[in-house]
T-cell receptor
Framework: DQQVKQNSPSLSVQEGRISILNCDYT??????FLWYKKYPAEGPTFLIS?????DKNEDGRFTVFLNKSAKHLSLHIVPSQPGDSAVYFC????????????FGAGTTVTVRA | GAGVSQSPSNKVTEKGKDVELRCDPI?????LYWYRQSLGQGLEFLIY????????KSGLPSDRFSAERTGGSVSTLTIQRTQQEDSAVYLC??????????????FGEGSWLTVV
């Protein structure tokens, strides 16, 4: 039962353009959301997070938007750089089980020079 | 190093054999997780340890899988009578106590298991 869904397995974008990664969730109890980035042969690393009390969180080139009514969040990378080429995982947790992160299947981003 | 350390990094085993995967969490982190990622799949939760509390084993896919954490630090994930569908990257992660760090968990590089 996949509670976090990333329906686009891959995304290709030109260097300097915006990358938009989407994530949908089904569990209305989720109240904390994170994005992780993973390079080949490495473990995922934390990128950015957002609490359900906010609808936007920005950190440099990365911005996460949360639409609770639609149970949807997105990650914007502006401008995209070749080093951003990686797999991006969306993750979510709920307050009652705040230790357990549910992950999506990931989106592979390729930034073309 | 200061990160989560996992060994072996790669393991090829024959179907039916047992394997042990080891995880050394970040020093001082009280929470430890095991996840796995099969080819083309997302990260699948396996088990969670927090201090001396009973572990959450709800993600273990079968009774061939078990894990222990000795002394609140190092953890070993054991897979008995391995099957080909067990082939995956097994990721260990740790987290400090409390929500001050949000729910950020810190992953190791993973143990790549191939069952032939």
């Amino acid at each position: 039962d996949q509670q976090v869904k990333q329906n686009s397995p891959s995304l290709s974008v030109q260097e300097g353009r915006i990358s938009i990664l989407n994530c949908d969730y089904t569990n209305s109890m989720f109240d904390y959301f994170l994005w992780y980035k993973k390079y080949p042969a490495e473990g995922p690393t934390f990128l950015i997070s957002i609490s359900s009390i906010k609808d936007k969180n920005e950190d440099g080139r990365f911005t996460v938007f949360l639409n609770k009514s639609a149970k949807h969040l997105s990650l914007h990378i502006v401008p995209s750089q070749p080093g951003d080429s990686a797999v991006y995982f969306c993750a979510a947790s709920e307050r009652s089980n705040d230790y357990k992160l549910s992950f999506g299947a990931g989106t592979t981003v390729t930034v073309r020079a | 190093g200061a990160g989560v350390s996992q060994s072996p990094s790669n393991k090829v085993t024959e179907k039916g054999k047992d394997v042990e995967l080891r995880c050394d969490p970040i020093s001082g982190h009280t929470a430890l997780y095991w996840y796995r990622q099969s080819l083309g799949q997302g990260l699948e939760f396996l088990i969670y340890f927090q201090g001396n509390s009973a572990p959450d084993k709800s993600g273990l896919p079968s009774d061939r899988f078990s894990a222990e954490r000795t002394g609140g630090s190092v953890s070993t994930l054991t897979i008995q009578r391995t099957q080909q569908e067990d082939s995956a990257v097994y990721l260990c992660a740790s987290k400090p106590r409390g929500r001050s760090s949000g729910n950020t968990i810190y992953f190791g590089e993973g143990s790549w298991l191939t069952v032939v």
